[in-house]
């Protein structure tokens, strides 16, 4: 459970060659705990304190505080937006914010009010079409929206659109997903449980008013701002973003049949990027190592010798059901061994990284193993052609970028009734068609239900 502590107060910070992680969370028995949030709203940042004599502040309380930073936005110039220099390459942000605290030291006191808030809260003024079935245009926008109101830094940025949808995005550095997903989750559940309002008291009390953060800034900030926004927008319009519900069917129907849903979407994956691109694809699913103190994750490869063989069997017409049905199952097995095997400490990829770190940390010769094409080729070193992950079994969602040009991203999660998934590819590569993969992983999902109950006959 250690990662909770790192979801609130939390930030990265630049450095020229290397970042740094600044947490400035506390708990009663360690001392001060910062009160404050942050809100990002046109390209100005405001701070107040959700603590006042002691208690939480009310919900009517902070409708007040919201509204004065929404209306003041809106009603007057927008600000510069600083907070796009965090979307920027790691060491051109490292260098744009030593000029920054350099032309006034008033600049490094707003910065680290930013960095040391419980989180960003941030207004953005798009409305996202969004359905049970269609998640795509929300999921967009939470990943690739608006630059000058995301602190890309923060351990956790929650966000609002004019229509009322929330979602959040966060650095990754500081925790894994399943902390983001708890939060939300209990978020939405605290919502239902309230029905959606406030049953206390509608009192204001004398709060003081949020503070604006105003930074120094001259034509250089200026000019790094805007060719920050310029190189995020440029790369934000080469991602194709796909986010759809499976509604056929989904968890209980698969454990009905004895197979494991995670297993299931993977190797469904698998089929899938075989049938598009006939080959198999390299393949990181995340393995949760939870079990240890301070563990955090594995690389589970779903790519497997049996997957492939499954896949082969499936596009061979002279293959019979029941061989098909026996290489799927064979490849279940095997996926689901490995996948308890890196969850308990028996994987190999978080070991070699290891390795390779301190070699280099040591100016030792690097391995020839890392230098090995193979390695790259089998995803080593971070070249996986898809980076996967579940998200869980509650009703929260995510998305991630593909981990290489000509790759795939693929996030999904698990429901009694349906699967939900998002896949994300580059537009620039004209290999690679998102929409095309999750297509064909629906169909794989009803192929491998159809092969079981027809094998079963």
Same mark, same amino acid.
């Given at each position: 459970?250690?990662?909770?502590?790192?979801?609130?107060?939390?930030?990265?910070?630049?450095?020229?060659?290397?970042?740094?992680?600044?947490?400035?969370?506390?708990?009663?028995?360690?001392?001060?705990?910062?009160?404050?949030?942050?809100?990002?709203?046109?390209?100005?940042?405001?701070?107040?304190?959700?603590?006042?004599?002691?208690?939480?502040?009310?919900?009517?309380?902070?409708?007040?505080?919201?509204?004065?930073?929404?209306?003041?936005?809106?009603?007057?110039?927008?600000?510069?937006?600083?907070?796009?220099?965090?979307?920027?390459?790691?060491?051109?942000?490292?260098? #744009?914010?030593?000029?920054?605290?350099?032309?006034?030291?008033?600049?490094?006191?707003?910065?680290?009010?930013?960095?040391?808030?419980?989180?960003?809260?941030?207004?953005?003024?798009?409305?996202?079409?969004?359905?049970?079935?269609?998640?795509?245009?929300?999921? #967009?926008?939470?990943?690739?929206?608006?630059?000058?109101?995301?602190?890309?830094?923060?351990?956790?940025?929650?966000?609002?659109?004019?229509?009322?949808?929330?979602?959040?995005?966060?650095?990754?550095?500081?925790?894994?997903?399943?902390?983001?997903?708890?939060?939300?989750?209990?978020?939405?559940?605290?919502?239902?449980?309230?029905?959606?309002?406030?049953?206390?008291?509608?009192?204001?009390?004398?709060?003081?008013?949020?503070?604006?953060?105003?930074?120094? &800034?001259?034509?250089?900030?200026?000019?790094?701002?805007?060719?920050?926004?310029?190189?995020?927008?440029?790369?934000?319009?080469?991602?194709?973003?796909?986010?759809?519900?499976?509604?056929?069917?989904?968890?209980?129907?698969?454990?009905?049949?004895?197979?494991?849903?995670?297993?299931?979407?993977?190797?469904?994956?698998?089929?899938?990027?075989?049938?598009?691109?006939?080959?198999?694809?390299?393949?990181?699913?995340?393995?949760?190592?939870?079990?240890?103190?301070?563990?955090?994750?594995?690389?589970?490869?779903?790519?497997?010798?049996?997957?492939?063989?499954?896949?082969?069997?499936?596009?061979?017409?002279?293959?019979?059901?029941?061989?098909?049905?026996?290489?799927?199952?064979?490849?279940?097995?095997?996926?689901?061994?490995?996948?308890?095997?890196?969850?308990?400490?028996?994987?190999?990829?978080?070991?070699?990284?290891?390795?390779?770190?301190? #070699?280099?940390?040591?100016?030792?010769?690097?391995?020839?193993?890392?230098?090995?094409?193979?390695?790259?080729?089998?995803?080593?070193?971070?070249?996986?052609?898809?980076?996967?992950?579940?998200?869980?079994?509650?009703?929260?969602?995510?998305?991630?970028?593909?981990? &290489?040009?000509?790759?795939?991203?693929?996030?999904?999660?698990?429901?009694?009734?349906?699967?939900?998934?998002?896949?994300?590819?580059?537009?620039?590569?004209?290999?690679?068609?998102?929409?095309?993969?999750?297509?064909?992983?629906?169909?794989?999902?009803?192929?491998?239900?159809?092969?079981?109950?027809?094998?079963?006959?």
């Amino acid at each position: 459970m250690n990662q909770f502590r790192m979801l609130f107060s939390t930030c990265k910070v630049p450095g020229i060659s290397r970042d740094s992680i600044m947490s400035y969370f506390r708990t009663e028995s360690e001392g001060h705990s910062p009160s404050h949030i942050a809100v990002l709203c046109r390209g100005r940042v405001f701070v107040f304190d959700v603590i006042h004599e002691g208690c939480l502040i009310t919900p009517p309380e902070l409708l007040r505080q919201l509204t004065y930073i929404y209306e003041k936005c809106h009603g007057e110039p927008d600000g510069p937006g600083i907070a796009a220099l965090t979307s920027e390459e790691r060491t051109q942000w490292a260098k #744009a914010r030593e000029y920054l605290i350099g032309l006034d030291p008033e600049n490094l006191t707003s910065l680290e009010k930013i960095q040391s808030s419980l989180l960003v809260y941030s207004i953005e003024d798009s409305s996202p079409h969004v359905t049970p079935e269609d998640y795509t245009q929300v999921t #967009a926008m939470l990943l690739i929206g608006d630059p000058t109101v995301r602190w890309g830094d923060k351990s956790y940025n929650l966000i609002s659109f004019s229509n009322g949808v929330f979602g959040c995005n966060c650095d990754h550095a500081p925790f894994d997903a399943m902390v983001m997903v708890n939060i939300s989750y209990y978020v939405d559940e605290k919502i239902l449980e309230n029905e959606g309002r406030w049953k206390g008291s509608e009192k204001v009390r004398d709060i003081p008013l949020p503070e604006e953060l105003v930074f120094t &800034v001259d034509e250089k900030v200026l000019s790094d701002i805007n060719q920050a926004k310029a190189q995020y927008l440029k790369q934000a319009s080469d991602l194709q973003i796909v986010s759809y519900a499976f509604t056929s069917f989904g968890k209980k129907l698969t454990k009905k049949m004895m197979l494991h849903p995670d297993t299931f979407i993977q190797l469904a994956l698998q089929l899938a990027y075989y049938r598009l691109h006939g080959r198999p694809g390299c393949c990181y699913e995340t393995a949760m190592t939870r079990y240890f103190y301070h563990g955090r994750t594995e690389t589970m490869r779903s790519c497997t010798v049996e997957a492939v063989s499954w896949c082969q069997t499936m596009q061979d017409s002279s293959t019979s059901l029941l061989e098909r049905q026996e290489k799927m199952l064979q490849a279940f097995a095997k996926h689901n061994k490995m996948m308890k095997d890196c969850s308990t400490g028996k994987g190999f990829d978080r070991h070699l990284l290891g390795l390779l770190l301190i #070699a280099k940390e040591e100016g030792l010769p690097v391995p020839e193993l890392f230098t090995d094409p193979l390695f790259s080729k089998s995803g080593g070193g971070g070249n996986f052609v898809l980076s996967t992950s579940l998200i869980g079994y509650l009703r929260v969602h995510g998305v991630v970028v593909p981990m &290489v040009h000509n790759g795939y991203g693929f996030f999904y999660q698990i429901r009694d009734d349906r699967f939900v998934v998002s896949c994300t590819a580059w537009k620039s590569c004209p290999e690679t068609d998102a929409e095309k993969l999750v297509q064909l992983i629906f169909v794989a999902f009803h192929d491998m239900i159809q092969l079981m109950n027809t094998a079963h006959l």
